[in-house]
């Protein structure tokens, strides 16, 4: 999943240009919350009942990246 998440920012921000892009992930999900530390997301907050699933406001961590914060990375 490491090389399939940095495969695709890497067109993210190549190809289409996109300068920021956001993970919003429940608290409870640790292997997509290391797996967007391993890419260089940086976590920006907490969303309180950001999404239903299953009839149910579910919370969130919301990571993020920039461009810029690729740069030097292999």
Request: charged share 35%; hydrophobic share 35%; proline share 1%.
């Amino acid at each position: 999943m490491t090389d399939a998440m940095k495969t695709l920012l890497g067109f993210a921000f190549g190809e289409l240009g996109l300068h920021r892009a956001e993970a919003n992930i429940q608290p409870n999900n640790r292997s997509s919350i290391e797996l967007v530390k391993r890419c260089g997301f940086t976590k920006e907050g907490y969303s309180r009942k950001y999404l239903m699933i299953d009839d149910e406001w579910r919370d969130h961590e919301r990571w993020a990246i920039l461009r810029e914060d690729l740069e030097g990375q292999d």
